[in-house]
């Protein structure tokens, strides 16, 4: 079946180091592939996606870019800022039947200090 | 817009009693998802519908547990009888992929405590 697999956290940084979270993921076909924020206290939130090969996707200064060849998506940014601090997900959405069922990682934790 | 809402947003009751949590989707969305989110297991999708049309439940824990989707604006996940175990936060999220979008939006969830 499909599965995604991210990195453990919790990760620590300081103000405007750089961040890469790692991803990985198991499917069928041509996935779509996602990256969820989820501040505390609140739901999740689409970060970015990306849904074919070599795409990348982008959103308040994260990349990510879809690589078929190593079925990864690993979420990047150069300067992370204390506002970053939050939980982050990987997750896919399979291409077959039809389902709109994502499917998520663990989710790793982002501390950012001042 | 709107968001999805959901209530309550906290719920704190007894083990063995029964609990219901409530959920409205986007509006126009057709697919509703109910998740559950715990420490120890992260994020588990245990229902969705298409169309108020339940399409996947097998992540329902059990018996004990039963969703409803009455209209396309509403519905229900219910907790009969309640225990400890189920301890968690409740989300909801919606999407419309006849919209051409196939991203799902968030509740702000709820926060469950049986004790």
């Known amino acids: 079946g499909n599965s995604v697999t991210q990195m453990e956290g919790p990760v620590t940084l300081s103000e405007e180091a750089f961040l890469t979270i790692n991803c990985t993921y198991t499917a069928t076909g041509y996935p779509s592939l996602f990256w969820y924020v989820q501040y505390p206290g609140e739901g999740l939130q689409l970060l970015l996606k990306?849904?074919?090969?070599?795409d990348k996707g982008s959103n308040k200064g994260f990349e990510a870019t879809y690589r078929k060849e190593t079925t990864s998506f690993h979420l990047e940014k150069g300067s992370v800022q204390v506002s970053d601090s939050a939980v982050y997900f990987c997750?896919?959405?399979?291409?077959?039947?039809?389902?709109?069922?994502?499917?998520f990682g663990k989710g790793t934790k982002l501390t950012v200090n001042p | 817009d709107a968001g999805v809402i959901q209530s309550p947003r906290h719920e704190v009751t007894e083990m063995g009693q029964e609990v219901t949590l409530r959920c409205k989707p986007i509006s126009g969305h057709n697919s509703l998802f109910w998740y559950r989110q715990t420490m120890m297991r992260g994020l588990e999708l245990l229902i969705y519908f298409n169309n108020n049309v339940p399409i996947d439940d097998s992540g329902m824990p059990e018996d004990r547990f039963s969703a409803k989707m009455p209209n396309a604006s509403f519905s229900t996940l219910k907790i009969q009888p309640s225990e400890p175990r189920d301890s968690a936060v409740y989300f909801c999220a919606s999407s419309s992929l006849l919209a051409g979008a196939d991203t799902q939006y968030f509740g702000p969830g709820t926060r469950l405590t049986v004790l």
């Open positions: 997750a896919l959405r399979g291409t077959q039947g039809g389902s709109e069922k994502l499917v």
């Open positions: 990306a849904t074919k090969a070599d």
